[in-house]
């Protein structure tokens, strides 16, 4: 059943002018959810060339939210190949896809069972999508995986399922490793990273719960290279967060490069690395900023900005989820305090220029994708 989004949300997004920008056409998309409790929305935002937005709707994800934070990353994520949008309805433990068009609009194919509870993160490789459900009361974390026909129906795969390390271990995201042939998890509360092997079914085959360097390893992101960069909010105590990055074995085991790169900040969460391979980004929710690292050809980091702010999202602002651009020239920052999406032009030297603010987002919104 599908579920139309609240009325003051679509009242909200049809009375957004539209301005002109020196790109009269759009080139791109970023997109982000509603998670509102009378009906998940996929917001939608026209993306010019210069780096601003525009509002263009919203699309219904035939699910519910939660209203509230979710304390994940990939709660909206695109295809590899930028065909299908997915989407996790916390609310009513179901996952959503949608068809993007040429020119980013969005058409609901299928929403499915999470076969979980409060799904919160979601990924794909090829045919399989994962969704990983954080669990709640007497439901265990796990994750489930899906396959997906060309017209983008999901068929939940019999025995592609599997727990966490504990029942309730506060996870945080699901990925597939660059090639496809495995997955990892974060877990804030239990300070571990999960490694799951798939065999050629795509089921999880092997799986392997391995203690982060830092406390409460949260977002993460892979660079060309296949190195995993995780963010550490360690707890949420003042100036003392950090990005760790990691070498990843062909059996999926982890070895620090650069174990708990200070941040200098708090409460480092979101994460996301440059398609070049040079830069990393973490978005600090209790310092309003994004500190920005320069990536070594050893997979080492090193702050871009001594002080640990490459970009500032405002006092208050809470900065959460984190996108790039293919070309790496914009960063897009989910404030989730100030309700707002926040672009960045990204300079030469790695830093981070605030150039658009876009408000009026609802209480709870969650997720970022862009294309």
């Known amino acids: 059943m599908k579920h139309i989004p609240t009325l003051a949300l679509a009242l909200a997004f049809s009375a957004i002018p539209?301005?002109?920008h020196a790109s009269s056409h759009p080139v791109g998309n970023v997109y982000t959810q509603s998670n509102q409790v009378a009906g998940n929305s996929i917001l939608i935002y026209n993306r010019f060339s210069d780096g601003h937005l525009e509002?263009?709707?919203?699309?219904?994800?035939?699910?519910?939210?939660?209203?509230?934070?979710?304390?994940?990353?990939?709660?909206?994520?695109l295809s590899q190949d930028g065909r299908f949008l997915y989407a996790v309805n916390a609310g009513s433990n179901s996952v959503s896809i949608f068809e993007v068009s040429a020119f980013g609009r969005l058409s609901l194919r299928d929403v499915q069972p999470s076969c979980g509870v409060r799904p919160i993160s979601v990924t794909q490789s090829g045919n399989l999508v994962y969704v990983l459900n954080d669990g709640q009361g007497e439901a265990s974390a796990s994750i489930q995986g899906f396959f997906q026909?060309?017209?983008?129906?999901?068929?939940?795969?019999?025995?592609?399922?599997?727990?966490?390390?504990?029942?309730?271990?506060?996870?945080?995201?699901?990925?597939?490793?660059?090639?496809?042939?495995?997955?990892?998890?974060?877990?804030?509360?239990?300070?571990?990273?999960?490694?799951?092997?798939?065999?050629?079914w795509g089921r999880p085959s092997q799986v392997?719960?391995?203690?982060?360097?830092?406390?409460?390893?949260?977002?993460?992101?892979?660079?060309?290279?296949?190195?995993?960069?995780?963010?550490?909010?360690?707890g949420g105590a003042t100036d003392a967060s950090a990005l760790s990055s990691y070498r990843l074995s062909r059996n999926l085991d982890l070895t620090p490069i650069s174990p708990s790169a200070p941040t200098t900040?708090?409460?480092?969460?979101?994460?996301?690395?440059?398609?070049?391979?040079?830069?990393?980004?973490?978005?600090n929710?209790?310092?309003?900023?994004?500190?920005?690292?320069?990536?070594?050809?050893d997979g080492s980091l090193s702050?871009?900005?001594?002080?640990?702010?490459?970009?500032?999202?405002?006092?208050?602002?809470?900065?959460?989820?984190?996108?790039?651009t293919n070309n790496d020239r914009f960063v897009y920052v989910l404030a989730g305090g100030s309700h707002s999406i926040v672009g960045f032009r990204v300079e030469s030297?790695?830093?981070?220029?605030?150039?658009?603010?876009?408000g009026g987002l609802p209480v709870g919104t969650n997720g970022l994708a862009v294309r």
Do not use: M
């Open 285 to 297: 929710a209790g310092s309003g900023s994004v500190s920005g690292y320069r990536i070594a050809s």
């Open 208 to 234: 392997s719960f391995q203690a982060s360097v830092g406390q409460t390893p949260f977002g993460f992101d892979f660079d060309r290279r296949g190195r995993l960069f995780v963010s550490e909010a360690f």
């Open 18 to 20: 539209v301005f002109s």
């Open 303 to 324: 702050l871009i900005d001594a002080g640990g702010v490459s970009g500032s999202t405002g006092a208050g602002s809470a900065p959460i989820d984190i996108v790039i």
């Open 349 to 358: 030297s790695g830093n981070l220029t605030a150039i658009d603010t876009d």
């Open 55 to 77: 509002a263009a709707g919203s699309v219904s994800t035939g699910g519910l939210g939660t209203g509230a934070g979710l304390g994940n990353q990939n709660g909206v994520t």
């Open 149 to 200: 026909s060309r017209r983008g129906e999901l068929t939940a795969i019999p025995g592609a399922s599997s727990g966490l390390s504990q029942a309730h271990p506060g996870s945080a995201q699901i990925q597939f490793t660059p090639k496809g042939d495995g997955l990892v998890v974060t877990e804030k509360a239990t300070n571990t990273i999960d490694t799951f092997d798939l065999d050629r």
């Open 265 to 283: 900040e708090t409460a480092a969460c979101w994460t996301v690395v440059s398609n070049n391979g040079r830069y990393a980004y973490t978005t």
